[in-house]
């Protein structure tokens, strides 16, 4: 696609509930990245693909959280359990490459997110 | 102590005006400095891209890079309502594959 595209936009949840949210990223690019952006924060890094392997999982910020990638291409994030800290912005973004990102000519972009409310 | 401070602002200025928005850090291997432009409930837009050390223009938005001080800036002349947005100043260093990002200063050009 002409973009990286986030799906839910929106999502209201009851807290202990699971959730998925999907990325799809801009065709080609092979790397693919999850951040958080709580409200009023800078955006927290969570973890990143190289094609279909996560490297470095070490920003998930608990066990409830996991991501996988298929295919080289739509990721999905999965929230077990949700607790309202969960609340937040969750950002996909994807690069040509997972080398020197945001670089000259590896530039990231960012979806629209997928707002998360867990009540 | 965060990695990277930004101040969060909000800040308010009339249009035409030059703005400056700053962030410091800790992390001397940093090497490559971003800064993105987040219009509200959309995602961040990379708005300038600079490399070591150094100033960069692009029409109405220089950066510049002190790592001397670990310190950035972004200015922005003659402002526009338009501008109005939070910039996020963001860095990484070599061979990583995460961004670190600034809390974000929200901006508002008053008409």
């Known amino acids: 696609g002409a973009g990286v595209s986030q799906s839910p936009s929106n999502k209201v949840t009851e807290k202990g509930k699971d959730v998925e949210l999907r990325c799809d990223p801009i065709s080609g690019h092979t790397a693919l990245y999850w951040y958080r952006q709580s409200l009023g924060q800078g955006l927290e890094f969570l973890i990143y693909f190289q094609g279909n392997s996560a490297p470095d999982k070490s920003g998930l910020p608990s066990d409830r959280f996991s991501a996988e990638r298929t295919g080289g291409s739509v990721s999905t994030l999965t929230i077990q359990r949700t607790q309202q800290e969960d609340s937040a912005v969750y950002l996909c973004?994807?690069?040509?490459?997972?080398?020197?990102?945001?670089?000259?000519?590896?530039?990231?972009?960012f979806g629209e997110g997928s707002w998360l409310t867990v009540v | 102590q965060k990695e990277v401070e930004q101040d969060p602002g909000p800040l308010s200025v009339p249009e035409g005006a030059i703005v400056s928005l700053n962030c410091t850090y800790s992390n001397s291997a940093f090497q490559y400095f971003m800064w993105y432009r987040q219009y509200s409930r959309k995602g961040p837009e990379l708005l300038m891209y600079?490399?070591?050390?150094g100033n960069k223009e692009d029409g109405r938005f220089t950066a510049q890079v002190d790592k001397s001080s670990k310190y950035i800036s972004l200015f922005i002349r003659d402002s526009q309502p338009s501008d109005s947005a939070t910039y996020l100043c963001a860095m990484t260093i070599q061979g990583a594959q995460k961004l670190v990002f600034g809390q974000g200063t929200r901006l508002t050009i008053n008409p």
């Open positions: 600079t490399y070591s050390s």
């Open positions: 973004a994807s690069s040509r490459s997972a080398i020197a990102p945001g670089g000259s000519g590896n530039t990231i972009y």
